[in-house]
C-alpha cells in the first residue's frame, strides 16, 4: 500500500468499516448508533480498498457519513447507506462491487503512530503541493460539471429569418461572422456552435419552395436522435423558433414544427427584424399564433444588434425562465445583453456558497474530534481544496482565471497550515487543533475564496482586471474573527 486517500473506504479489524480521514481519525460506528469520529489506533491493523498501491477516495460518501445523523445496526450499513448501495449487500458482494466499479482491491496497510511535536514531520500521507494541485484540478471539474452545465438551444426556421443574427445579438461570438456554410462540425444537417457556456444547434434553414414535409421529417430525427441521448445534458433544452417579421406570415410547417416535432412547453417563438415590422403586421402575426394555440406570453419581438437589440433583453429573461435550473448560471453568463443581470445572478451564489462551506466546515470539525496535534494540520488541506475547487466551479471560474488565481493558491495551502504560519494566523493557539478551531479556520478560509471569486466573477463582467488571490495575514484574521463571531451567536 503506497497512499491513503483522504476518504477512502478502510475495513478494519473486527470486519468494521470506516473512512478514512486523516492517519490519527477514522469515521466509523464502533457499536450500534451514529457516525462518530475514532481513533484509527483503535482500528489497526486494516484493510483499504486500492488500485495499484493508491487508495480510491470515496470523498461524497465520506460527506454524507460527516452530516449523517442517523443510528446504524453497524460500520457495514454505514457503508452501505453511503455508498448507495442495496440493503441486502453482503460484505462478499461489495468486495465484487467495488472491483467492477473502480477496479479496488483490499491490499493492506498500517499507519504509524503520530508524533506529537512541534515541527513538521514527513509525512508519506501528507498532502503536498503538486499533489494539492492535481486534487484540486480533478475537483474543480466534477464542480464544473455540477455547476456549470452547457445548455443546448436550438435555433430552427426559414433561410433569411436572422436566426444567426439572433444569436449573435444575444450571446455575442458563440457564432463567428464567417459561420455559415465554413464546413463547421453538423449532424443531419445543424451545425453547432459552442464555447464553455453554451451550445448552438443552428438548422440549415428551410427555402422558400423547398418541400417542407423532407426539411419536418429530417427535424424530427434530429431531435429524436438529441432527446433519446441518455445523458440529459445533451438534449435541447430550449427552442428559438424564428419567424420574419416584415413577412407576416406563419405557415404550417412553422406550426407543425412548434405543436409536433419540438415540446411546445420548450418553444420560445422568436419574431425577428421587428425594427422594419410595421403595427399591422405585428398584430396579424401575433393573431395567427394565438389561434394556433402559442400562448402569447412564448411570443417575443426583436432585432439584431444592428439595429439596437430591440426585444433581445426580454428573450434573454424569458430563456432564463424557461430553462431547467442546472443550466441558468450558464446561460446567464454566457448572454451578452444584460450586465445587471449576470452581477445579479453571481450575488444571489452566496447561497450556494454557503452550502459548500457548510459541508467543508462539518468535515473540518469530523477530523478536529480527536484534537490535531499542529504539526498533523495539514490533515485540514483536502478538505480546504475540495471546498475551494468547489467555490470555483460555482462562480465559473475558467480556465485561464483558475491558472491564475486559484492554482497558486492552492499551491500555498500547505505552507499556510504548518504549526508556525498557524501560529501567526491564531496566536495563543497551543499545541493542538480542536473540532471548534479545525471548523473556524475552515469557514474562514471559504468565506476569504469566496469573497475573492465573487469579485473575480463581477470584475469580469464589468472588464476590469482580476483581481489577485493572495494570502493577506491581516485580512484572513479578520475573516477568523467574522466567522468565530457569527458562529458564537
Not at 464555447?195 to 431531435?223: H, Y
Request: proline share 4%; hydrophobic share 40%.
Amino acid at each position: 500500500m503506497n497512499r491513503l486517500r483522504f476518504g477512502a473506504l478502510l475495513l478494519m479489524r473486527g470486519r468494521r468499516f470506516g473512512f478514512y480521514l486523516s492517519h490519527r481519525i477514522v469515521l466509523t460506528v464502533p457499536k450500534p448508533g451514529p457516525v462518530r469520529a475514532a481513533s484509527m489506533k483503535d482500528f489497526q491493523p486494516a484493510q483499504v480498498f486500492a488500485v495499484e498501491g493508491v487508495a480510491v477516495p470515496f470523498f461524497n460518501a465520506l460527506m454524507a457519513a460527516v452530516e449523517s445523523r442517523e443510528t446504524f445496526g453497524s460500520s457495514f450499513e454505514m457503508a452501505k447507506k453511503m455508498l448507495a448501495l442495496p440493503e441486502k449487500l453482503f460484505i462478499n458482494d461489495l468486495l465484487r462491487v467495488m472491483k467492477e466499479r473502480y477496479g479496488a482491491e483490499l491490499e493492506e496497510f498500517s499507519v504509524p503512530a503520530p508524533q506529537n511535536t512541534n515541527t513538521q514531520q514527513e509525512d508519506n500521507e501528507t498532502m503536498n503541493e503538486t499533489e494539492a494541485i492535481n486534487e484540486f484540478n480533478t475537483k474543480y471539474e466534477d464542480a464544473l460539471k455540477m455547476y456549470g452545465k452547457r445548455p443546448n438551444i436550438l435555433v430552427c426556421g426559414y433561410t433569411g429569418s436572422g436566426k444567426s443574427s439572433l444569436v449573435k445579438a444575444l450571446l455575442g461570438d458563440v457564432v463567428p461572422d464567417d459561420a455559415i456554410g465554413d464546413g463547421r462540425p453538423k449532424t443531419m444537417g445543424y451545425d453547432c456552435y459552442e464555447n464553455s457556456l453554451v451550445r448552438i444547434w443552428d438548422s440549415k434553414g428551410l427555402e422558400n419552395g423547398e418541400a417542407e414535409e423532407k426539411f419536418t421529417e429530417e427535424t424530427r430525427q434530429f431531435v429524436r436522435k438529441c432527446q433519446s441521448d441518455p445523458n440529459v445534458d445533451n438534449h435541447i433544452h430550449l427552442v428559438w423558433y424564428t419567424i420574419q417579421g416584415s413577412g407576416a406570415r406563419v405557415t404550417d410547417c412553422d406550426l407543425n414544427l412548434i405543436h409536433n416535432i419540438f415540446n411546445p412547453e420548450h418553444v420560445i417563438v422568436v419574431v425577428t427584424k421587428n425594427d422594419v415590422t410595421r403595427p399591422r403586421q405585428r398584430e396579424s402575426l401575433i393573431e395567427a399564433l394565438k389561434n394556433a394555440g402559442i400562448s402569447q406570453s412564448r411570443i417575443v419581438f426583436t432585432s439584431d444588434a444592428e439595429s439596437g437589440s430591440i426585444g433581445c433583453k426580454d428573450l434573454m429573461h424569458l430563456s432564463y425562465e424557461m430553462l431547467p435550473d442546472a443550466y441558468k448560471d450558464a446561460f446567464i453568463e454566457a448572454q451578452r445583453i444584460d450586465k445587471e443581470a449576470r452581477i445579479k445572478a453571481i450575488m444571489a451564489k452566496k447561497g450556494k456558497a454557503k452550502g459548500i462551506i457548510t459541508t467543508a466546515v462539518t468535515a473540518a470539525a469530523a477530523a478536529g474530534a480527536i484534537p490535531i496535534p499542529l504539526s498533523d494540520a495539514t490533515v485540514l488541506v483536502p478538505i480546504q481544496v475540495t471546498m475551494i475547487a468547489s467555490l470555483a466551479g460555482l462562480y465559473g471560474l475558467r480556465q485561464e482565471a483558475v491558472k491564475q488565481a486559484a492554482l497558486p493558491f492552492v499551491a500555498k495551502l500547505v505552507g499556510i497550515f504548518v504549526a508556525s504560519s498557524l501560529l501567526k494566523l491564531i496566536p495563543g493557539l497551543g499545541s493542538a487543533i480542536n473540532a471548534t478551531v479545525a471548523g473556524t479556520l475552515t469557514g474562514a478560509m471559504g468565506l476569504f475564496v469566496r469573497t475573492n471569486f465573487e469579485n473575480a466573477a463581477i470584475a469580469k463582467v464589468e472588464g476590469r482586471p482580476m483581481p489577485e488571490l493572495t494570502f493577506d495575514v491581516e485580512l484572513f484574521k479578520k475573516f477568523f474573527a467574522e466567522y468565530k463571531k457569527a458562529e458564537e451567536r
